[in-house]
């Protein structure tokens, strides 16, 4: 095995979960469709408007229902609407208002596939009329026979996609009108006779066939059969190339489903369309809740880096804010932690964040900023900071190593394990002095600074109270019953799993401990896994749902730490430097 390279292994899984409405892998010979069309004054879609609807009810090519009514629009018919339809002002006087006919009709397509020529239209009237009188718009799967036919027939079939041009080509029993039923039984047969051409393009089910109506490339459609027997289960999917190679990687609750949105219209990024391209497999990783499908992921792509996954990538490139060794110890960016560090900051994402927050210390307490090696028996020239008063000359032995420590290293040891006040204090007090002195812009950049420090002080204390337990398990309640189980081991997820409906968890949870990852303590707020992934277990941890089954010590953070300053940091990220003059203590 080659050095950091991550091996999968799948843990206990849950039972798919059941979609609602309309599933979009059912057969389209088994999907029952309501076939609509309205007539209307012309105007837009404002609520109003309707002068009839038809509807016909099909399924597997056999008529089930028929729904047809005229609708009095409450307005005059303009002339032109009377001549194309043949529809009068005195055949709608008696019929019923469109509030009076929405309730049948919403009922006549409830469970079904809505079916339209130019859906976009009849659907806009719809949905107006129902929220203009109240009812709830069912939003049902649409098909649109327009949008089909502009995918299935060529130009040299059929010189446009009209609906008369399209029941021409297709010989339907009824022919177009322009009166709503007529309309929509020559939109029925139109319907069937496009469903049989879909069969070449390997288009069997509802949810392909919408798909492929939208303007999918031409590399999604070729690509579509890699979503095919894909679990509908939490986990992990893997985008492969021909030589195996990860393309990409990614999570999901239900990975049957979220690769299908791959091959929709919906997924525009180009970077996904040339991955597509190279893709040749896709493989699914069932995993046993959504937590653990997110620290799978992390690790698939720390382990591989995926050339088409731009997050978290990397995670060995997180760097450290520490205070070195000797008399006069100063601030030093470094790649990782030894044993005997006990003064540092971090992790952060990039060299440039940490030195951000080494800036913030600089402008509270009188830390030293030079890299030279200093004696305590042997002077050094001092720099332009010692001359202008920002820096207690150590160099020169100026101050003492006792109070050195008192003033400048103390304080940086207290704010990042314990308690911030003292820098907190002092960078409010010189964003107050610039914002008084009008000199704006200076204080913004030490608010920005005052930020930074903030932010690592919270997300390191924050990670430390969780990865100073040696075990922890927790459990949360699985959607279809039964409960999700966690065993964390100092910060790291070493086992998951799902106890079944109706049964105690505590067998559930010895076979997980017993099957779990050994993980052995280490230095530091992350020792054995990245912040990341024990970030994403503590937000797991702290939903309001999450129970605390059982842990192995305390969980515990400072009283006094840097989160009590959560305000502050909102303040001091999102506002401007007048909003924090008053946060001094």
Same mark, same amino acid.
């Given at each position: ?15 798919p ?36 609807i ?18 009095n629009?409450?307005?005059p ?14 055949m ?11 309730p049948?009709?919403?009922?006549f ?6 079916v339209?020529?130019?859906?976009p ?12 009188h ?12 327009a949008?089909?036919?502009r ?11 009209k ?8 010989r ?8 709503a ?10 319907l069937?006779?496009?469903i ?11 949810g ?24 509908k ?7 492969r ?34 991955m597509?391209a ?12 959504p ?11 720390a ?16 760097v450290?804010?520490?205070l ?10 470094v790649?990782?932690l ?6 540092y ?15 913030g ?11 030279h ?6 002077? @050094?020239?001092?720099? #332009?900071? !010692? =001359? ?6 150590p160099?020169?032995? &100026?101050?003492?190593p /006792? %109070?050195?420590?008192?003033?400048a ?19 409010l ?6 914002s ?23 997300r ?10 040696a ?30 409906p ?5 067998p559930?949870? @010895?076979?997980i401990? #017993?099957? !779990? =990852?050994t ?6 707020p992350?020792? &054995?896994?990245?912040? /990341? %992934? ?7 941890l ?8 059982e842990?192995?010590?305390?969980w ?6 840097a989160?009590r ?16 003059s008053?946060?001094?203590?």
């Amino acid at each position: 095995m080659a050095p950091g390279e991550y091996v999968q292994q799948t843990l206990a899984g849950l039972d798919p979960t059941a979609g609602g409405g309309v599933d979009p892998a059912l057969p389209l010979y088994a999907t029952t469709f309501v076939v609509v069309d309205l007539e209307t004054t012309g105007g837009a879609p404002d609520g109003g408007g309707i002068t009839e609807i038809g509807a016909v009810k099909v399924r597997g090519g056999e008529e089930l229902g028929v729904l047809a009514t005229l609708v009095n629009p409450g307005v005059p018919i303009p002339p032109f609407i009377t001549v194309l339809t043949g529809i009068t002002q005195a055949m709608l006087l008696p019929a019923p208002p469109i509030e009076q006919v929405l309730p049948s009709f919403l009922e006549f397509i409830s469970d079904a596939v809505l079916v339209a020529h130019n859906a976009p239209y009849d659907v806009g009237f719809l949905k107006a009329a129902c929220a203009k009188h109240g009812y709830r718009w069912p939003n049902p799967r649409v098909l649109d026979t327009a949008a089909l036919a502009r995918r299935v027939l060529t130009r040299d079939e059929v010189p446009n996609r009209k609906l008369g041009t399209l029941a021409a080509y297709f010989r339907t029993a009824t022919q177009p009108t322009h009166r709503a039923l007529d309309d929509a039984k020559a939109t029925v047969d139109v319907l069937h006779g496009l469903i049989a051409r879909l069969g070449g393009h390997r288009v069997d089910t509802v949810g392909e066939a919408i798909e492929f109506a939208r303007a999918v490339t031409p590399t999604q459609r070729r690509k579509r059969h890699l979503a095919e027997g894909l679990p509908k289960v939490p986990g992990v999917y893997i985008f492969r190339a021909a030589d195996d190679r990860p393309l990409y990687v990614g999570t999901s609750g239900d990975i049957a489903t979220r690769v299908r949105s791959y091959f929709t219209a919906a997924e525009k990024r180009a970077r996904i369309s040339e991955m597509l391209a190279a893709a040749e497999r896709v493989e699914a990783v069932e995993c046993a809740h959504p937590l653990e499908a997110e620290v799978r992921e992390l690790r698939l792509i720390a382990a591989h880096a995926p050339p088409y996954n731009r997050r978290s990538k990397f995670p060995e490139r997180m760097v450290w804010l520490k205070l070195t060794d000797g008399p006069y110890p100063r601030l030093s960016v470094v790649r990782s932690l030894a044993p005997g560090d006990t003064a540092y900051l971090g992790p952060f994402r990039s060299k440039q964040a940490a030195e951000l927050a080494a800036a913030g210390f600089h402008d509270a307490v009188p830390l030293r900023q030079c890299t030279h090696r200093l004696s305590l028996r042997t002077v @050094t020239p001092a720099c #332009a900071l !010692a =001359e202008l008063g920002r820096c207690p000359a150590p160099c020169e032995h &100026r101050i003492t190593p /006792e %109070e050195y420590d008192h003033r400048a290293a103390a304080p940086f040891r207290t704010a990042t394990a314990s308690d911030p006040q003292v820098v907190v204090d002092a960078l409010l007090a010189r964003i107050e002095t610039l914002s008084a002195s009008r000199r704006y812009e200076e204080a913004a950049v030490v608010r920005s600074r005052l930020a930074a420090v903030l932010r690592a002080a919270v997300r390191m204390q924050r990670l430390a109270g969780l990865t100073r337990i040696a075990e922890l398990t927790a459990a949360r309640p699985a959607p279809g019953g039964g409960w999700e189980l966690a065993l964390v081991r100092h910060g790291r997820l070493a086992g998951a799993g799902v106890s079944p409906p109706g049964v105690h968890p505590r067998p559930t949870i @010895t076979a997980i401990r #017993a099957t !779990a =990852e050994t993980v052995e303590p280490g230095h530091g707020p992350v020792p &054995r896994a990245s912040a /990341e %992934e024990t970030e994403r277990i503590l937000s797991w941890l702290e939903r309001p749902e999450t129970r605390l089954v059982e842990m192995s010590s305390e969980w515990s953070s400072p009283v006094s730490g840097a989160g009590r300053f959560r305000d502050l940091l909102a303040k001091a990220e999102n506002g401007g430097s007048h909003q924090l003059s008053t946060e001094r203590s």
